[in-house]
């Protein structure tokens, strides 16, 4: 307990940045899935208290997820009643407990750390390209939204290109402020003031946005951004108008196969999407802590269960608000909890004013928060550590650019198998000769897979040779690799060559090759 105490200083504002970008992220998810506006401000507002206090994370944001958008939006469309939805989310949230009770959480630990790195820059490039409309006044696509098509019948690019013909001056201008503001704020003499530290970079921005429109509407209102480019909440007029906005689920829609089927949709692609973001948030987080992934499935399969009972939408860990409380140097799980305490609070006390909030300031947080996920320095370092590295950590981008996270992610890994399997296909057999005398060493697993090297090598082999087949550095040996020595050993005197053969100590492998008597062994 002490420590979070000792870590508060720098966890408040960084709660702060997070409130900030987790706001319109909330909105726009619940918008693009065909929910109540209000559900995504539910779903924020549990991911941070619930799972914030319960999570085993001390870095790591929960809330309603981009990558759930599509699944949610069918879901509602299928099911005809926004409380038959709920309840697929409860359940789904029990069927979480399970799987973390069960210890299914050691899947996300068999991801390679190239596709993980590659994750979190391709959710960099997504925030910059996604953002970059909003940035300069097109708000035409929800905010949020990750995949490469949309709603709308335009793509990622093909939405730039829009947005270019369609600029809103006065966005352009809180836009470019915005920016300016965090970049300054970046600077070294910026952060070796340390009373200027205890001020977000984006609270400035947001509060320098809202000043920029309000006075365009005193001077000059016709070059004011209209409600569409701002921030639109659901505002309460009173206590019994604030409770409206929340929706419980229907227990009588338990004998439709619909919520059943939705349930486990969403507890499976939930679960890998936390298990996912968690070990991304692991690599970015400064001391490298490590989130026990069986105890967060438990966290989130409770905060889904209470999602769904008060109207929110599915939670996940979501790498974007995670990535924006480190860089905005969150330390523990206070940060997580107060900004769900802090969006409760402005929600309650202050909707008029969050309503003020133009989108192009906010869209700037996201893109700042985006270059620091992408920079070019992971690049060089990828390529420097080689291409079973770099071609797996760029093939994930590319593939989560061009459809969405957990497909993009899925290619990936495959990839990245490809290179494991080609790297143990390589190393497993290797094969010097001088001159006549050959040695041909079987290390570590020789599969079925090394066969036609085997025996390619063994073929290749001249006459009059001397050959030493060292089987004593392999903890394996496939059947039909071994068969493929021995039909060598039958045939090897026809060319008057010469077989040694070392056989490991093993007993497994005692007997594994045998040469006929007349050879010479």
Not at 230 to 246: E, G
């Amino acid at each position: 307990m002490k420590k979070y105490f000792q870590s508060v200083g720098n966890d408040l504002p960084a709660s702060i940045v997070v409130v900030l970008v987790a706001l319109p992220l909330c909105l726009g998810i619940a918008l693009g899935s065909g929910a109540p506006l209000f559900s995504g401000i539910i779903a924020g507002i549990v991911g941070g208290i619930v799972i914030g206090i319960l999570s085993g994370s001390q870095l790591s944001i929960s809330g309603p997820a981009a990558g759930l958008t599509v699944i949610v939006a069918s879901a509602i469309l299928k099911l005809q009643a926004y409380e038959a939805f709920l309840l697929a989310v409860v359940m789904a949230g029990i069927i979480q407990l399970i799987l973390g009770f069960i210890k299914a959480g050691v899947i996300g630990d068999y991801v390679p750390n190239s596709v993980i790195k590659g994750m979190l820059a391709a959710i960099g490039f997504i925030l910059i390209m996604k953002q970059f409309p909003h940035l300069i006044g097109y708000d035409a696509d929800f905010v949020g939204d990750e995949t490469f098509t949309q709603g709308d019948k335009q793509n990622t690019f093909s939405e730039l290109f829009q947005a270019i013909h369609l600029i809103t001056p006065s966005a352009v201008i809180i836009g470019a402020v915005s920016l300016l503001i965090l970049i300054l704020w970046e600077r070294k003499f910026i952060k070796s003031h340390k009373i200027l530290q205890l001020i977000p970079g984006p609270l400035l921005v947001v509060l320098a946005g809202v000043g920029i429109n309000e006075y365009l509407k005193i001077s000059n209102p016709a070059y004011a951004l209209e409600t569409k480019h701002l921030v639109s909440l659901p505002v309460a007029t009173n206590i019994s108008s604030f409770f409206s906005f929340f929706t419980f689920p229907d227990i009588r829609f338990l004998n439709n196969p619909d919520v059943w089927i939705t349930a486990l949709t969403l507890a499976i692609v939930a679960s890998l999407e936390t298990l996912l973001g968690i070990e991304a948030v692991d690599k970015l987080d400064p001391l490298k802590r490590v989130t026990p992934p069986n105890r967060e499935l438990k966290a989130q399969g409770i905060g889904n269960i209470i999602s769904g009972l008060i109207g929110g939408l599915p939670l996940t860990s979501v790498v974007v608000r995670s990535s924006a409380n480190v860089s905005a140097g969150g330390k523990t799980k206070v940060s997580a909890i107060m900004h769900g305490v802090l969006l409760l609070v402005f929600v309650m006390l202050i909707p008029g004013l969050l309503n003020k909030i133009p989108l192009s300031a906010l869209a700037a947080v996201l893109i700042f928060t985006g270059y620091k996920l992408a920079k070019v320095s992971l690049f060089r370092e990828f390529y420097q550590k080689g291409w079973d590295q770099f071609v797996p950590f760029v093939v994930t981008i590319v593939a989560i650019l061009l459809t969405d996270l957990l497909i993009g992610i899925i290619v990936g890994i495959f990839v990245g198998l490809f290179f494991m399997v080609r790297s143990n296909f390589r190393s497993s057999v290797f094969v010097v000769h001088d001159q006549n005398n050959f040695l041909i060493r079987f290390r570590k697993d020789v599969s079925f897979l090394n066969k036609p090297i085997v025996k390619k090598k063994l073929e290749d082999v001249p006459e009059n040779a001397y050959v030493l087949i060292d089987a004593t550095r392999a903890d394996f040996i496939d059947k039909d690799v071994i068969e493929e020595v021995n039909n060598f050993l039958c045939h090897a005197h026809l060319k008057n060559i010469r077989v040694e053969i070392k056989k490991s100590e093993h007993k497994s492998m005692h007997l594994l090759f045998q040469q006929p008597k007349s050879l010479t062994a």
